[in-house]
């Protein structure tokens, strides 16, 4: 089965029975063909070339975002720290005798609604008082346990 290209001297197409490439008979280099041959070399060379000056300068970019991304985590935290720090003057503490369980709020956040006299109760987190410093915040001075005080109130009456 031959083909107008085939006549003209072109190369076979697919619908004819012959190969356009053998691997055994591989076709002469002519000089044409190792012409496109380095000239398409020297298109991916070129391309190359562009890809690897992107690929510089995203990471210039990169480079430029993170120290900028540092700059601002650093400032935050000089905000978060004088926000801690003005928290805990207004309740007349310090960062060094701030309670360490509730960090000076007083408040801490438990893990289920079972209260602290033993009852039951259910899975969900909870705001109630601090039970190391129990409310005063103050990592020395506490403030009256809650515990005793229920039982102190029902011995009494």
Not at 5 to 12: F, I, L, P
Not at 90 to 115: H, I, K, M, Q, W
Request: neutral net charge; proline residues 4%.
């Amino acid at each position: 089965m031959t083909t107008d290209d085939d006549k003209a001297g072109g190369v076979a197409t697919p619908m004819t029975d012959k190969c356009e490439y053998n691997y055994y008979n591989p076709p002469i280099a002519t000089p044409s063909r190792v012409d496109d041959v380095f000239k398409h070399a020297r298109q991916l060379e070129r391309k190359l070339i562009h890809l690897q000056q992107e690929l510089s300068d995203a990471r210039e970019a990169m480079a430029k975002y993170l120290g900028e991304r540092n700059e601002l985590q650093k400032e935050l935290q000089k905000y978060r720290d004088g926000f801690y720090e003005e928290m805990l003057s207004r309740r007349d503490l310090t960062p060094e005798n701030a309670c360490l369980s509730c960090g000076g709020f007083g408040v801490r956040v438990y893990g289920s609604t079972a209260t602290w006299r033993g009852g039951i109760g259910g899975q969900a987190l909870t705001n109630d008082v601090c039970d190391k410093c129990w409310g005063s915040g103050h990592r020395h001075y506490k403030w009256p346990s809650h515990r005793k005080s229920p039982t102190s109130a029902e011995g009494e009456g």
